[in-house]
């Protein structure tokens, strides 16, 4: 229910809230200097926007709570309600939870220091992960200012079938990129797959067998500097702030390199490995992304840990992202990983961030079972859906002359695709 502002800017909302939240928006503002109502407006404005999982509030014993809103706000705050099957007391729960971790109190700012750290993940291999981690990576480095005239004329050559899928308005997309930046980062992208996929495709040559790699820095066996191994990309549209750590044919045996350090080595914690090679270079990054092989083993544990929540870290900052295909083999190599996940999150009483799924070279003319699939990506309870990217040249086009596909082609709906999901991902 709603009632006039006295200067018809605002209007009172009567609504509810837990008294913890209640309690620790209020001294947040108080600490940041801001008004509560403002608060409240950009968590729901954010809220709304917001296209990662965000974990369900307990509001048990909520109790009045009626901030003042922009005309026409909490209507606009219902319906995303509704669309997303959640009660109005939660969602404002939801919201107020995603402000207080976007906006830390002043004594928690120092998480700013580490870099965002997403781990692209799936067993099965073939469902795009690379093609992923790439994208993203260099929607992260790109001029801002390109990336985000690209996405104005996406945004406005949205289909109503491309809408329907998705379930938002060109308003709702506009709204998102009002509210965020993708672009200009400082990025490392970690090809971690012995394929070495991500390398070839940039025409970057693969770390030979002998050579110090990430593997010899992972086992404390290095004896050089990390940073001469990565090549940075020499292309004027990202700046020379996309960075690639190659792959390196070592990588293939990497999994029993660490069993047998563990064995040999007093204190070595393989799980602790990948974080031990890049934290000394990670203040030289805004984010590193992690390209998984389709593997479940140690290296896997490596790379999960890595993307833990650090502390005083907001949650869904940093994480994994789940790379699928709309078919019943991705589903099965899905619930592997994540019993791999939440096996690790329970041994070492780690807080392992879900950033999304993103289905991948999907296409409705495949029938049922490609359309069924989607439905059942999209009513998992505890994920959601980034992005469903179609199976388009532009990609293939972009891997056969070895470029990125930012450049080769920044106005194809893939490459905007990425940029959303960079975007999803960030927030």
């Not at 292309?235 to 750590?245: E, S």
């Not at 090679?277 to 590193?288: C, G, N, Q, S």
Request: some cysteine; proline content about 6%; charged content about 25%.
């Amino acid at each position: 229910m709603a009632s006039p502002y006295p200067d018809g800017d605002r209007e009172k909302v009567a609504s509810k809230l837990p008294p913890a939240l209640q309690r620790e928006l209020k001294i947040r503002c108080a600490e940041l200097g801001l008004d509560i109502q403002d608060a409240v407006e950009a968590g729901i404005i954010a809220w709304r926007a917001s296209v990662r999982p965000i974990p369900e509030i307990d509001t048990a014993g909520a109790k009045s709570f009626s901030p003042w809103l922009p005309p026409g706000l909490y209507d606009d705050f219902k319906v995303t309600c509704s669309d997303r099957t959640v009660s109005f007391t939660q969602g404002l729960a939801q919201s107020i939870r995603l402000w207080l971790d976007e906006n830390l109190s002043p004594k928690d700012a120092a998480q700013s220091a580490d870099p965002v750290r997403i781990v692209d993940a799936n067993q099965k291999g073939g469902v795009g992960k690379t093609t992923v981690s790439l994208g993203i990576g260099e929607a992260y480095a790109e001029d801002p200012e390109a990336g985000r005239e690209a996405l104005t004329r996406f945004i406005d050559s949205l289909s109503y079938n491309d809408l329907k899928r998705v379930g938002k308005t060109k308003a709702n997309f506009q709204e998102q990129l009002a509210q965020l930046t993708v672009g200009g980062k400082r990025v490392l992208v970690v090809d971690y797959d012995p394929q070495s996929h991500l390398s070839d495709q940039l025409n970057i040559a693969q770390i030979p067998p002998g050579g110090e790699s990430l593997v010899s820095h992972m086992v404390g066996e290095a004896e050089g500097d990390l940073r001469d191994l990565i090549v940075t990309v020499d292309d004027p549209r990202f700046g020379r702030r996309l960075d690639i750590l190659p792959g390196a044919f070592d990588g293939f045996v990497l999994d029993s390199r660490l069993a047998l350090t563990a064995a040999q080595s007093r204190g070595f914690q393989k799980e602790v490995a990948l974080e031990r090679a890049l934290r000394p270079i990670e203040t030289d990054y805004d984010v590193i992304i992690i390209d998984c092989p389709p593997s479940l083993g140690l290296a896997m544990d490596a790379a999960l840990y890595y993307a833990r929540r650090r502390r005083n870290e907001r949650p869904g900052r940093s994480g994994v992202l789940i790379p699928v295909q709309a078919e019943d083999s991705s589903a099965t190599a899905y619930n592997m990983l994540v019993d791999q996940i939440e096996d690790l999150r329970k041994d070492l009483g780690l807080d392992i961030d879900y950033l999304g799924l993103v289905v991948n070279q999907y296409d409705a003319r495949r029938g049922y079972v490609a359309t069924s699939s989607l439905d059942q990506w999209n009513s998992l309870a505890d994920q959601r859906v980034l992005a469903v990217m179609d199976d388009l040249k532009e990609q293939r086009e972009a891997v056969r002359l070895k470029q990125p596909l930012l450049s080769y082609a920044p106005d194809s709906k893939q490459a905007n695709t990425m940029r959303m999901i960079a975007m999803g991902a960030a927030l």
